[in-house]
């Protein structure tokens, strides 16, 4: 009888476990619903020819459990299961994590539903110029029909997460503001817990995953790679419900990344200063103020130069670009034209000289040939238009000056201070911060884009990005394409077989 007892409390506590347990599970409000999908078949143009990609779409799935604006804080997902008519099997996959986010603006997740299943959700409308997902085709041979970044990932049996999230033009309906910093970057890592927490739930590895975007999106890329776990967000991440998983990533792509905020003004004068802007010559005198503020950052960085070259400063930095960016760059676009159309390209461009060597030209002539595209400052301009004050704005301020040197001559007053709230925010949406001060969580593998002929920020931002990456022993792999503008991705494909390489991910051939 006392046996009896004993059974029947033991088969009691082992149901109430059980029970627990199954609630526990029906209650996870940020469980992956994973048998709810809808099977879509897309054709997918690579350089091989056409592939079929049978794939599960999953669409508008919250991934916060306490969303401010659930149309922005859900994410997409596509898992091929059949390519050319042989099934695949994605569980173990890499997880392309594409960050849609061009100006600092919000992705509107609900908006990219039907027949938009794959890829970046819908950009907002912004006054800059679109962002194009995929290639230029500029590049010499024909490769402009090539289908985007993340088409190709789906066609090598890649998962791909394509995330909403806020961004500086979120306005609630009592007009405060619910997307400006550190509000996208916060968004992103609670999609990335999201993945985690749905590890063997959501198909793909978990620990593989790589991020992309461009310009706004290349920075918040850059940023979500180089602040890994970081504790500055946790009180933004506790508040909106984000999954108490750890947010570090395998890999980092950053196309055209507009990072390094606070630095960005002086970087730009130093690139374009002495060039005139389509309203004319900027102001020389705050141009120099600014050049100058740029040597003191560049030299506090005390970033080191590949193959020996040495510290770099803002003295040398010209060199470093042509030596390692600008001429190889050049002569791989140059080789690639072939006689006829080289001898044409170097008619209309005399100031490029051409030898078996390669090509030779001065910085000088380089930078003419882009020409300055912003005002001064660049960024935090006086009168707040640009996106960036705008990004640094609060629940009831639209724009608010981020750097003191503008603070200081739009108000006239030489002695004011940028908030301290505003310059954790500063620090929190850049990547340089995180790589400075050696993040241990920093991603690392980074796949670095820009095109020659980008002047939304200066060449610097990204090189120094590369190069403070490269000083901390990353794995980086960088490349400008010639004449490429904004946002410019002539490889597609190289950036998806990268993605196989360091994942060792080869299911797909
Ligand atoms: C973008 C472009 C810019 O020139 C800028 O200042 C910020 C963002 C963009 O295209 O995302």
New binding site residues.
Partial sequence: MHKVIKMTVLLMIINTLLLCISAGQSTDRLLFPRDNFTLETKTIITSAGEKKVTYRSYLHIPYVSKPVDKDYQSLNVSVPVEIDNITVDASNAPILFVIG?????SVNNARSGEGATMGAPARQK?S??P?PSGVQGRTPGSISRISSRQDLALASGYVVVSPGCRGRDNKASDGTFYGKAPAAIVDLKAAVRYIRHNKGVLPGNTDRIVSVG??????LSALLGASGNSPLYDKYLKETGAANEEDDIFASACF?P?TDLEH?DMAYEWNYGSLPARSGLVDQELSNQLKSMFSAYQASLKLQGKDGFGLITADNYDEYLLKFYLFPSADKYLKGLGDEKRKEYLQKNTWITWTDQGSKFTFKDYVSHVGR??GLP??DDFSMS???PNLFGNKTTDSRHFTNFSLRHSTGNMNAEIDSEVTELVNMMNAMYFIRNNNKDCAGYWWLRNGTSDN??SQTVMVNLVISLENLKKDVNSWTFWDGG??ADEDPEGFIDWIGRITGYNEVK
């Fill in positions: 986010v061009g100006g600092y603006m912004t800059l110029p962002v461009c310009s706004a999106g290349g920075a055209s507009i960005a595209m912003k660049a960024f640009q996106p960036e939304h920020t904004h946002c």
